[in-house]
């Protein structure tokens, strides 16, 4: 019996000492900045620190801080080799390992960039229109790190391509909402901002083209709630207002393109002629319409002022 807890104990200590060596191993290939190959060997010495119980604690405490910086930084060494795909995998399994023991600082710091490069591989497969896959990149880019509105903003993206344009604007909504106000997030919540802009107004133009004036009003002044119109905006807006007969508004959404417009105005000042014609103020129509130089429109304001209004 005493030479059975001897040899065990004998057994414990080998133990100790083996997993000690291999820690020491994996020691000497960081310093080499090797750290893709000292993973493999932490994660061995770990096992033998922890198949020797309580006598290796304070051994498995160091194990488990170098053996997460590893990952954290074998993860940015593969990235830097544009081993794109590698860097995931490693840095993954370090945000697994980090949850493991505890230890938020490993967590957070792999977290961080596999989900950033989540990011980037959703980027590059929405670039190929393989949306689908894109998507998919993105949702687990956010379950890594549900803060990352790079991955938010690229689901939008996706949505914007697909034409969804409401699950479009809950994904550029809460790339605002997270990121509005932050030195760091700005940008994108500009960005948010542009790009929901834009699509509201691109459909509500191809609304108005469809003959729905109604749809195209709604949409475009949607857009002016994430961001300033510019003068397409308000001149579709004319359009719009003028095919439902809606001179007064019309006429505002004209003026208003006018402020904006900095290079020849004609199509506008057609639309002013006609929205001041329709409101029976045949002054306002004739001094738009006199207006109306160049562009498709420039007979049919003649034919309007000479035959119509009998303009002075």
């Not at 020849?264 to 130089?293: H, M, P, R, W």
Request: charged residues 25%; glycine residues 8%.
């Amino acid at each position: 019996m005493m030479g059975l807890v001897v040899f065990t104990l004998g057994l414990l200590a080998q133990t100790v000492e083996e997993a000690g060596a291999k820690y020491n191993e994996g020691n000497e290939l960081v310093k080499q900045e090797n750290y893709e190959a000292a993973v493999p060997i932490y994660e061995q010495a770990m096992k033998m620190a922890t198949d020797a119980g309580a006598d290796a604690a304070d051994l498995r405490g160091n194990i488990e801080k170098q053996l997460g910086n590893a990952y954290y930084r074998a993860g940015v060494s593969l990235y830097k080799d544009k081993k794109i795909d590698a860097s995931i995998a490693i840095l993954e399994k370090g945000y697994a390992f980090g949850q493991q023991i505890g230890d938020e600082d490993i967590k957070n710091k792999t977290a961080d960039l596999a989900s950033q490069l989540r990011s980037k591989v959703g980027d590059s497969m929405r670039k190929k229109n393989n949306l689908d896959e894109a998507y998919v990149e993105y949702e687990k880019a956010l379950t890594i790190d549900p803060t990352n509105v790079k991955a938010m903003y690229g689901q939008g993206l996706v949505y914007k391509e697909k034409n969804d344009l409401e699950k479009m604007k809950e994904k550029m909504n809460q790339v605002i909402e997270l990121s509005d106000g932050s030195d760091k997030l700005q940008k994108m919540a500009d960005a948010a901002r542009q790009t929901t802009a834009n699509a509201l107004e691109v459909a509500g133009a191809k609304e108005l083209q469809s003959g729905d004036a109604h749809k195209a009003i709604v949409l475009i002044n949607e857009s002016f709630t994430y961001q300033p119109g510019e003068a397409n905006a308000y001149y579709y807006l004319l359009i719009a207002y003028n095919k439902i007969s809606e001179w007064e508004n019309a006429i505002a959404a004209g003026t208003k393109a006018l402020e904006l417009k900095k290079e020849d105005a004609s199509e506008i000042y057609f639309g002013l002629g006609q929205a001041s014609e329709g409101k029976g103020d045949a002054a306002a129509a004739c001094e738009a319409y006199k207006n109306v130089t160049s562009g498709p429109n420039v007979e049919s304001a003649k034919y309007q002022m000479t035959q119509k209004l009998k303009c002075s």
